[in-house]
């Protein structure tokens, strides 16, 4: 099997929630990259994070 290539990003502690838009793009990617990514998000908008990344459901 071979190894994938990981891109990890650290979102520094002052992150504002503007910014998860930058989240859903990276999703609108998922499974066309070559690579797996990454995003660890601060506490702060942590929640609104995993609501915008989680799948959508019928």
Known sequence: MARRKLIAGNWIMNGLASSLAEIEA????????????????????????????APKTA
């Open 26 to 53: 990276l999703k609108g990617i998922t499974g066309k990259t070559a690579c797996d990514i990454v995003v660890c998000p601060p506490f702060t908008p942590i929640e609104r994070a995993v609501e915008r990344t």
